[in-house]
């Protein structure tokens, strides 16, 4: 069974950093890609960026430049570098695996809450 833990979040003023992490169990991480989603309120869940196996990254157009994605495979853990926040990245942000890099995303964590002041 895996398991997937994200912790990190918090509140921080528009400008502030925050770095997510994502603990994974129960499975073989280095074989999993790996992706963030977040979901704000009363809007539907969106994908913010992805690693794959081979390393190689892809991030949704409003994050990229501020959002940075990598992945230990020695700790099973993958994080997000979350830097320039504004006040429209407040949501609850999740992390996801996938058994490979084409497919859906089968795994999610429980979600870590991040608030973004103005």
């Known amino acids: 069974q895996v398991q997937l833990v994200e912790s990190g979040g918090g509140l921080v003023q528009a400008g502030g950093s925050l770095r997510l992490s994502c603990a994974a169990s129960?499975?073989?991480?280095?074989?999993?890609?790996m992706g963030w989603f977040r979901q704000a309120p009363g809007k539907e869940r969106e994908f913010v960026g992805g690693?794959?196996?081979?390393?190689?990254?892809n991030y949704a157009d409003s994050v990229k430049g501020r959002f940075t994605i990598s992945r230990d495979n020695a700790k099973n853990t993958v994080y997000l570098q979350m830097n320039s926040l504004k006040p429209e990245d407040t949501a609850v942000y999740y992390c996801?695996?996938?058994?490979?890099?084409?497919?859906?995303?089968?795994?999610w964590g429980q979600g870590t809450q991040v608030t973004v002041s103005s």
């Open positions: 996801a695996a996938r058994n490979n890099d084409w497919g859906i995303y089968a795994y």
């Open positions: 129960g499975g073989t991480f280095s074989r999993f890609g």
């Open positions: 690693i794959r196996r081979s390393g190689s990254i």
